[in-house]
């Protein structure tokens, strides 16, 4: 997604209000806007990621960060696969996958590591949890013993950069413990027709300035972007709590039983947290990064 300048604008001296902004999509590649703003074709873009962040850098445009609980989450669906019914796979899968060689493969470093929870320290509520142990010797042991250990197991992602990375990586590392893994990756215009449907696939999940926001969408029974297939009595009635405390110390309490059974659940591979970046021309004036990605336009303007 590219921002432009309106055609034929013009201004005399200072900074000019943007009486005009066109908004260009040229799809998930992103050496496309790369190349556009070497060419001298536009003055914003939607994001940076990956290692287009540094060629932006070179072409001397301003970069703009934001910490954020921004995240992607590779995650096995039970209700649509019975591959994934098995509690003890769930978890042998999760934790054959270190998630600080995702976050340095699959987005080049640029973030912090989670949890397996979709919990994040910038979250008021975040409750800290003893850390997770990798043990990707465990992967095989848990596959035979259901009964898995020839079958072959379908990760599927968008074709978008660092997703398909991240997915990469992910995959890479369930195969180095013994998993038989296969890539899909899909344009957008496939991958979001089915998107939680998929078996085992990876998604993209914003920022929102509550843990709980995301969690009761989608690891509640009755969540609305429930892709896991979950459905935990104990989750939900904690959720149910945690939903009605204002107070952020007194849901935190109740965090540490829901990030609790989200890691024993094993339905989640979420690796990091994304810190979000932004380029613009050096004439471009009042933009930032947003961590939800808002665009406050009224405070936009070219010197």
């Known amino acids: ?73 590779a995650r096995f669906n039970s209700a649509s696969s019975e591959l994934y019914k098995e509690k003890s796979v769930r978890q042998a899968l999760q934790l054959s996958v270190d998630l600080q060689v995702v976050l340095e493969l699959g987005y080049n470093g640029l973030g912090t590591t989670a949890e397996n929870h979709h919990a994040c320290p910038v979250h008021p509520e975040y409750a800290e949890l003893p850390k997770q142990t990798v043990n990707p010797e465990g992967l095989k042991p848990a596959l035979e013993a259901a009964g898995l250990a020839d079958t072959e197991f379908e990760l599927i992602s968008l074709d978008d950069g660092w997703e398909a990375a991240t997915s990469d990586a992910i995959a890479a590392q369930m195969r180095d ?36 926001q995301n969690m009761s969408l989608a690891y509640t029974s009755t969540g609305s972007w429930n892709e896991t297939g979950m459905a935990n009595p104990d989750f939900d009635a904690a959720m149910a709590k945690a939903l009605s405390l204002a107070d952020a110390d007194a849901r935190r309490e109740v965090m540490v039983t829901l990030e609790t059974i989200l890691q024993d659940e094993g339905y989640i591979v979420q690796p990091f947290w994304r810190s979000l970046f932004r380029h613009a021309k050096e004439n471009v004036v009042g933009v930032d990064m947003h961590p939800s990605f808002e665009h406050h336009h009224y405070k936009w303007s070219l010197a």
């Not at 000019?16 to 902004?21: C, F, G, Q, T």
């Not at 990956?50 to 954020?68: H, S």
């Not at 890539?183 to 496939?190: A, D, I």
């Open 177 to 212: 413990a013994g998993a038989n893994v296969k890539r899909t990756v899909m344009p957008g215009s496939t991958f979001w027709n089915d998107w939680q449907k998929y078996p085992f696939s990876s998604t993209t999940w914003n920022h929102r300035p509550l843990a709980v």
């Open 1 to 73: 997604m590219i921002l432009v300048r309106a055609p034929n604008h013009t201004w005399w001296g200072g900074t000019a209000p943007l009486d005009e902004i066109q908004y260009i999509d040229y799809g998930t590649d992103p050496s496309a806007m790369v190349a556009l703003a070497g060419s001298d074709e536009v003055d914003l873009n939607y994001e940076s990621t990956g290692e287009y962040i540094d060629i932006l850098d070179g072409l001397g445009w301003k970069k703009f960060e934001a910490v954020t609980a921004s995240t992607i989450v």
